[in-house]
């Protein structure tokens, strides 16, 4: 499992321009106005020798003066409770403040790493200025600039060396691993118990219930599975905001190691902003992707209610059109059956492989159907396709142009393979390749 690493400090310190130094791409929304993000930024990073997964922590946007020491409590508390280790971000401009003192008491006490560092140090001249930051008593401060990449590396390096082994528990590739992923209280406990027959999970109306992942082996039909119950993130002390903005942590390192998410959606409270962001992750991971409508025994209905849900659930997951649809009750076991059917279903296209004729004979087919656009004033052609992977099933594609091939000539192609041989409820991943060996995808 990969380590979590955190960002923390007051707004506008530079933790968004770092955050997008250590992926190494604009992800982050940056601005010099205080507060720009608005919620926690999640990103994994494969850039250095140990992978982690990195979490910016902004969006306290403070309404007064007196609410900032409090917010940077929370920030720093729930990182604290939920980070492997934890990056303190100070402004090398601004100087030493009493909130940045404050929350160095606090991370004092933490019993995990923690790397105190001054951002915006541009020069020799912001270096001798940044000596006020040493009165904390702190063995070792790291100056950097985010932006102009000064002292990074040497901060990575230390970082790497310091970061936890975490490894995942072995499992038998005839495991079918299967995460149940969501936010807090929409029935995820309640749903592992009823698939497993058994109180394996305690399941309580109060969101948090569940604080770690919980591992459970199980047969059903003949067949091994392994489900991975993920945790809602407890709140801590006199946390204020929305506990829905921390079930990420736990979703990302569950889904890590799923074969199959069931992404599972509370009835009653219909698709959130949040249950998007979730389900976003599963998608971006290459997990095999299943809804997972849980609750329809509660809410009032007729006969056009399931087809109006379905419908609400494609427009606000366009990127998972492919994804099988189920509406359970976990509480009466209503429609459970239907979960493992799909989810036998979903594994079998996860992993399916396609004969190289067979996929030239679909995508010679396709291309001849429909030219792909002209690049740069040139026509792009196409060679041949090759599988060169599962879980989830991957194609390379070569071609004269691997950059000129536009993304919705990419999804016809993908939907053309869909259409002839499946791959149900798994995304697909193209990699565009040229015979010199540029690569897009």
């Known amino acids: 499992m990969k380590p979590l690493i955190a960002i923390v400090g007051r707004p506008n310190v530079g933790k968004s321009t770092l955050f997008n130094r250590l992926v190494g791409r604009r992800k982050a929304m940056v601005d010099d106005m205080p507060g720009v993000t608005r919620d926690r930024n999640y990103a994994d990073v494969n850039r250095f020798d140990v992978p982690f997964i990195l979490i910016d922590t902004g969006g306290f946007e403070p309404e007064t003066s007196d609410r900032l ?3 940077m409590r929370e920030q720093s508390q729930l990182a604290m409770d939920e980070a492997d280790l934890i990056l ?3 402004d090398g ?14 991370l004092r006490r933490v019993n995990k ?3 105190y560092v001054v951002n915006k140090i541009d020069g020799d001249r912001q270096e001798n200025a940044a000596g006020d930051f040493y009165s904390l008593g702190i063995e070792q401060i790291f100056t950097i600039s ?3 990449n000064r002292g990074v590396n040497d901060l990575m390096e230390e970082v790497i060396a310091a970061l936890p082994n975490k490894t995942a528990p072995a499992v038998d ?4 691993r299967i995460a149940v992923i969501g936010r807090p209280n929409v029935g995820k406990s309640t749903l592992v118990n009823r698939l497993l027959g058994v109180e394996r999970v305690v399941a309580n109306p109060t969101p948090g219930t569940t604080r770690d992942s919980i591992d459970t082996y199980f047969n059903c039909n003949k067949k091994r599975y392994l489900l991975i119950d993920t945790a809602g993130i407890r709140r801590k002390g006199k946390t204020t905001e929305k506990i829905e903005k921390y079930s990420v942590v736990d979703s990302l390192r569950s889904i890590e190691r799923a ?11 219909g698709v959130t902003e949040q249950d998007t962001k979730i389900a976003g992750y599963a998608f971006e991971a290459g997990r095999g992707c299943i809804f997972v409508v849980n609750k329809w025994d509660a809410i009032s209905k007729d006969n056009a209610s399931m087809g109006i849900f379905v419908e609400k659930i494609r427009m606000e997951f366009k990127y998972l059109p492919f994804a099988p649809i189920v509406f359970v009750s976990a509480k009466t076991g209503q429609r459970l059956g239907k979960i493992m059917t799909e989810v036998d279903s979903v594994m079998e296209q996860f992993a399916k492989r396609i004969s190289t004729s067979d996929l030239n004979r679909v995508f010679s087919k396709a291309v001849e159907e429909h030219h792909a656009p002209l690049y740069q004033g040139r026509m792009v052609k196409f060679y041949f396709a090759t599988q060169v992977g599962t879980k989830p099933p991957s194609i390379v594609i070569f071609t004269n ?3 000129g091939v536009h993304f919705s000539y990419e999804r016809y192609i993908i939907n053309r393979f869909r259409d002839a041989f499946g791959f149900t409820g798994t995304p697909m991943r193209l990699l565009f390749k040229g015979r010199e060996g540029r690569k897009r995808g």
């Open 93 to 106: 401009r601004d100087g030493l403040t009493p909130a940045d003192v404050e929350v160095v008491e606090m």
């Open 146 to 148: 985010a932006e102009h």
């Open 113 to 115: 790493p923690v790397f």
């Open 69 to 71: 020491l409090q917010q």
């Open 88 to 90: 303190f971000v100070m």
């Open 259 to 269: 074969d199959v998410v069931l992404i599972v959606i509370d009835a009653e409270e």
């Open 173 to 176: 590739e005839e495991v079918t």
């Open 401 to 403: 142009r691997p950059d």
